[in-house]
C-alpha cells in the first residue's frame, strides 16, 4: 500500500506498478463514465482515447463505460437503453439523459455494478461527473477509488468560456468536498499545473498521456515522390464540434481576409445552434472566392481518410489538452494551422504547419496564404514534416505504462475506499 501525505502530489513519472498481476479472471473492474461513445461520432477524441486506453490494458483490467443513448441533443436514440452490451474491448452501458438531472439511473448503475475504481471524465461535465460526485458525497453510490480527467477544462481558454457558472461550481465542489478523495488525470505537465492552480483540493493529480496509435500511411502517400494532388482551390478541413471552444467563427473571420482561393470544409456536430448562427452570419459576408462547407458529423473510423483528402487542417480552438483530430491530421500527413493553446507547438520549426496566438489573426491569414502559395517541394517538407510529428508524439509518450501505473496507484493508495 502506497501512503499519500498531500491532496496535491502530482505523479508525473511511470511508478512501477504492484509485482503481483491477478489472474485474467481477477482483473479489477473499472467503470468509467465517458458520456460520448460508440455508436455516437460527436467527440472523437474521448472516443479514440477511451478505446486505445482500453485496447492497450484490456488484459489488465475489465472496462465497463455507461455513455449517452443519442448525440446530443438529439431526439432519437441510437443504442439501446438499460442493458450491457458487449463492444470486445469493454462492456457498455446507454442511458438516457435529461438536461436537469443528467444520465438516468446513473445511481442505480453505480450502486449495482461491481467495480473496483471509478473513472470520469470532464470536471464540468453536468451529465454523469456533477452528478456522480454528488451522489457519492450523499452516501447515493459507492466512494470507491475515482479518478477524473480534466480534459483540459482548467486551461485559461476553456475556463474562460461561461466562466462565472464555472467559478461558482468550482467554489461549490471545495465547500462540499466533492472531489477531496478524486485523483486528477492530466495528459500533460502543463495541463498538471493548470489542475493544480484550479483545483488544489482535489486529492492529486496524475500524469498520463493518452494512448493513441497511428495507422501506416497508404502506398501512395508513403511513396517517396508522393505529395497531394493540387488544385485551383486551397483545401482546407475542420473538424470537431460545433461550439464556441473550438472558435470555428475565428478561422472563418480569418477567411474574410485570404484572397487565395478556398475551399473550407467542416466537419462535425453543431453543439451549439446560437454559435452556428454566428458562423453561419460570417459565411454569408465571405468573398466569392471563399467556399465553405458544413459536411455533418463523420464516423470516427473515417476520420484518417476523410483528412487525408485535404492540403491543410484549420483548427484555432481556445483550448486542447490533447487534441486528437490534430494527431489525425499529422498522422495522414497533412499540415496544420491551429493556436498556441494545445501540446502541439513549434509547428513551424518542425515542418509540420503553425501554432500561432489567437490574437494575431494576420499571422493566420499570412499562413494560409503562404501555404497556398507553395511548390511542390515546399508541399512535400510539410507532409513528411507532419507525419513525423505524429510518429515522434506516439513514439516518445510512454503512454501505456504510465496509464498502467496511475490505475494501480489509485487502487492501491489508503484511504482508497
Known amino acids: 500500500m ?50 486505445s486506453f482500453a485496447l492497450a490494458l484490456k488484459d489488465e483490467f475489465e472496462f465497463k463505460v455507461v455513455a449517452r443513448d443519442r448525440p446530443f441533443g438529439a431526439s432519437r436514440a ?50 454523469f461527473t456533477i452528478p456522480a460526485l454528488m451522489l457519492r458525497r450523499r452516501g447515493k453510490a459507492p466512494r470507491r477509488p475515482a479518478i477524473l480527467s480534466t480534459r483540459g477544462e482548467f486551461a485559461d481558454g476553456a475556463l474562460g468560456l461561461k466562466s462565472l457558472r464555472k467559478q461558482i461550481y468550482l467554489k461549490f465542489a ?29 486529492r492529486g493529480v496524475f500524469v498520463a498521456p493518452n494512448i493513441r496509435q497511428i495507422g501506416k500511411l497508404s502506398a501512395a502517400r508513403a511513396s517517396p515522390n508522393y505529395s497531394s494532388p493540387h488544385s485551383s482551390f486551397l483545401r482546407l478541413v475542420f473538424l470537431g464540434r460545433i461550439a464556441r471552444v473550438k472558435n470555428l467563427a475565428f ?3 480569418v477567411l474574410k481576409d485570404v484572397m487565395s482561393p478556398v475551399t473550407f470544409d467542416i466537419y462535425g456536430p453543431i453543439q451549439e445552434a446560437g454559435y452556428w448562427q454566428e458562423c453561419r452570419s460570417i459565411i454569408d459576408e465571405l468573398p466569392p472566392h471563399v467556399n465553405v462547407n ?38 495522414v500527413g497533412v499540415p ?17 504547419g503553425w501554432s500561432l496566438p489567437l490574437d494575431a489573426k494576420r499571422a493566420y491569414v499570412a499562413a494560409v496564404e503562404a501555404f497556398a502559395g507553395l511548390d511542390h517541394a515546399g508541399r512535400v517538407r510539410l507532409e ?6 505524429a510518429e515522434q508524439v506516439v513514439n516518445e509518450s510512454d503512454a501505456v505504462s504510465k496509464s498502467r501505473a496511475m490505475i494501480w496507484q489509485a487502487l492501491e493508495a489508503v484511504g482508497g475506499q
Open 2 to 51: 502506497t501512503t499519500i501525505s498531500t491532496r496535491t502530489l502530482a505523479f508525473e513519472s511511470s511508478t512501477p506498478a504492484p509485482a503481483e498481476r491477478p489472474s485474467p479472471s481477477d482483473r479489477p473492474v473499472i467503470l468509467v463514465l465517458l458520456g460520448a461513445f460508440w455508436p455516437g461520432h460527436e467527440a472523437t477524441g474521448p472516443n479514440q482515447s477511451f478505446r
Open 78 to 127: 441510437l443504442a439501446p437503453s438499460g442493458e450491457w452490451v458487449d463492444g470486445g474491448f469493454a462492456l457498455s452501458h446507454y442511458c438516457a439523459v435529461s438536461a436537469a438531472l443528467g444520465a438516468r439511473g446513473l445511481g442505480e448503475i453505480l450502486r449495482a455494478t461491481p467495480y473496483d475504481l471509478l473513472m470520469m471524465n470532464g470536471f464540468f461535465d453536468r451529465e
Open 174 to 202: 471545495r465547500h462540499f468536498g466533492l472531489v477531496e478523495d478524486v485523483w486528477l488525470h492530466a495528459t500533460s505537465s502543463h495541463e498538471a499545473e493548470d489542475a493544480r492552480y484550479r483545483c488544489p483540493f482535489a
Open 251 to 253: 478561422a472563418l473571420e
Open 294 to 331: 458544413h459536411k455533418g458529423e463523420i464516423a470516427n473510423s473515417q476520420v484518417p481518410e476523410t483528412l487525408a483528402r485535404y492540403d491543410l487542417f484549420f483548427l484555432p480552438t481556445h483550448g486542447e489538452n490533447f487534441g486528437h483530430a490534430i494527431l489525425d491530421a499529422l498522422s
Open 336 to 352: 496544420v494551422l491551429i493556436s498556441d493553446r494545445t501540446p502541439f507547438l513549434d509547428l513551424e520549426r518542425k515542418s509540420a
Open 384 to 389: 513528411r514534416g507532419a507525419r513525423c510529428l
